[in-house]
């Protein structure tokens, strides 16, 4: 699989994008995206497993049934959230306004709907409905294209966020690209975000490509968190409309591998990009837990300390206080023996066998300017059983607070 690309969405074969402002933003940026396929795709998505969910949810995950999709239509600002029949109807109506305005026999059905932003308000229909017919008339392909798309689904992001891949299958160069959403309201649940993802690869059947993404997420958005704050409007869509022109994936082992670790490497730089751009913000840093007996109790541990907030502030002033990483791996609910339990904060062991270790120069030295670093590593073996995972957090800073004090005033 190559590196990285520069570009996205419209770089796999058959897609284009453009944005539009509607107004919805007191900032006068764009506020609406809009993502279309020449054909129809197959399609799948996942989303957020908070009880309260919002319209464009509803209606995506009722239009996903019919198993294709032709359109992604997003707006941000508001998250037509917790505003009962209206905003049904609201967001089913962004879906005829978007298969009328592309007019080559899209349906309302083949359009997936989503929206990000402040919760229980209306959607200013009188605004947004306008701008789908603006976006529809610049459909573009390219970097332009796609950097708009990226910018106009932003809330209180600061940076636009995007990958893409290329992977060999069959002899033809498949393309998997996409771009998310997300900044604060990030906690794992099926989904962490709004994310969008284009692919030419041609799969035989709709279930293999679900597949592929349930087994995405869980390896990437779902082991990502900055606040633990599961939002209302989480949602991850794909759409491959089969233009590279290989021969179907279907059940062959090697090419539905070659597609999902292409997938995967996607949504795990596109998670990397949203935690590194979480709310307030200055660091990353990694949980690498080993020695688990299960899946389930790695990321048990991995979760409890990426979320502590005594971890996060310690992570924000450099503080190497391991008795917080200890604390949350014994939280977690994970099968735990202290006796056997060892923490590393970089390369420097702080913890081992149940017992602090007596530290002096140079791992002193060595321990602080891990904790000073952008990006800070804090491994955890449990010495029970073979399972392993890693988890990314952020930093809780003072910014966060001003920036979600003030988010709606």
């Known amino acids: 699989m190559s590196g990285f690309l520069a570009s996205s969405l419209t770089r796999p074969k058959g897609f284009t994008a453009a944005s539009a402002t509607c107004g919805i933003k007191p900032s006068g940026k764009p506020d609406l995206a809009l993502i279309v396929a020449d054909r129809p795709c197959a399609a799948a998505g ?22 294709t999709a032709r359109a992604i239509v997003c707006n941000s600002g508001i998250s037509n959230v917790a505003t009962g029949k209206r905003g049904l109807d609201d967001a089913a ?43 529809a008339g610049s459909l573009r392909r390219g970097p332009k294209a796609d950097t708009a798309a990226a910018e106009a689904i932003l809330t209180t992001d600061l940076v636009p966020k995007s990958a893409a891949a290329t992977v060999n299958i069959g002899g033809t160069k498949v393309t998997v690209a996409g771009v998310c959403k997300g900044s604060g309201m ?20 709709v279930k293999l490509l679900k597949q592929s993404l349930r087994s995405a997420t869980a390896e990437t958005f779902n082991r990502v968190t900055v606040d633990t704050d599961t939002s209302t409007s989480d949602a991850v869509l794909v759409l491959a409309n089969g233009s590279a022109g290989h021969r179907p994936i279907a059940t062959a082992r090697k090419n539905l591998d070659l597609f999902r670790g292409a997938l995967t490497e996607v949504c795990r730089e596109l998670s990397y990009q949203l ?16 020695g688990a007996k299960s899946v389930r109790d790695a990321d048990r541990v991995g979760r409890a300390v990426a979320e502590s907030p005594l971890v996060k502030t310690a992570v924000h002033g450099a503080d190497p206080n391991w008795g917080r990483i200890v604390m949350a ?24 066998n149940g017992q602090p270790l007596a530290l002096r120069d140079p791992a002193l030295q060595r321990l602080a300017q891990a904790m000073s670093q952008p990006e800070v590593t804090i491994t955890i073996d449990l010495n029970l059983g073979p399972t392993s995972c890693e988890w990314l957090g952020c930093d809780l800073s003072r910014e966060y607070i001003h920036i979600n004090a003030d988010y709606t005033t």
């Open 329 to 352: 791996v014994g939280k977690s609910g994970a099968a735990i023996y202290p006796e056997r339990l060892a923490v590393s904060i970089g390369q420097t062991r702080v913890f081992n």
């Open 93 to 135: 109506a962004m879906c005829r306004a978007t298969a009328d305005a592309i007019n080559d026999g899209c349906t309302p059905r083949q359009v997936l709907p989503c929206s990000t932003g402040i919760i229980g308000r209306p959607l200013p229909m009188d605004k947004i409905l306008p701008g789908i017919a603006a976006a």
């Open 46 to 67: 996942v989303f957020t497993r908070n009880k309260v969910k919002g319209a464009p949810v509803i209606v995506a995950r009722r239009h996903l049934r019919g198993r």
């Open 186 to 205: 990030i906690a794992p649940n099926l989904a962490t975000m709004l994310a969008f993802i284009t692919t030419d690869a041609d799969f035989a059947e």
């Open 275 to 290: 935690v590194k751009d979480g709310e307030g913000a200055t660091k990353v840093f990694r949980v690498a837990v080993s």
